[in-house]
């Protein structure tokens, strides 16, 4: 079993910019990849960001490209969002997951289900 927990979440004009971290508990992540995804009320959970265990290789939904950046410290056990030039348009709650099906992954899932494990989610508003 792990545990997730985000944190960063928060209210910012739009232009701005938020550092989402998302801490694992309960065992290492270290092996895995992990994601970053969304969800704005009314609207389908939708993929923001992966990254591979060892962070060589990054996904980015077109939507957050050049904006976005997924990063991890493995011996911390966290997985970092950064998102600059924030838009109205990226507020949604976003949940760091954890897929722990195989280790040492070639390449990390963009899809919802390939993840095992979620956190509970953290709010960001961007107002225009």
């Known amino acids: 079993q792990v545990q997730l927990v985000e944190s960063g979440g928060g209210l910012v004009q739009a232009g701005g910019s938020l550092r989402l971290s998302c801490v694992a508990s309960?065992?290492?992540?270290?092996?895995?990849?992990m994601g970053w995804f969304r969800q704005a009320p009314g609207k389908e959970r939708e993929f923001v960001a992966a990254?591979?265990?060892?962070?060589?290789?990054?996904y980015y939904a077109d939507s957050v490209k050049g904006r976005f950046t997924i990063s991890r410290h493995n011996a911390k056990n966290t997985v970092y969002l950064q998102m600059n030039s924030l838009k109205p348009e990226d507020t949604a709650v976003y949940y760091c997951?954890?897929?722990?099906?195989?280790?040492?992954?070639?390449?990390?899932?963009?899809?919802?289900?390939?993840?095992?494990?979620w956190g509970q989610g953290t709010q960001v508003t961007v107002s225009s």
């Open positions: 990254i591979s265990w060892s962070g060589g290789t990054t």
């Open positions: 997951a954890a897929d722990l099906d195989a280790p040492y992954g070639l390449g990390p899932g963009r899809l919802h289900y390939e993840y095992d494990y």
């Open positions: 309960g065992r290492t992540v270290s092996s895995y990849a």
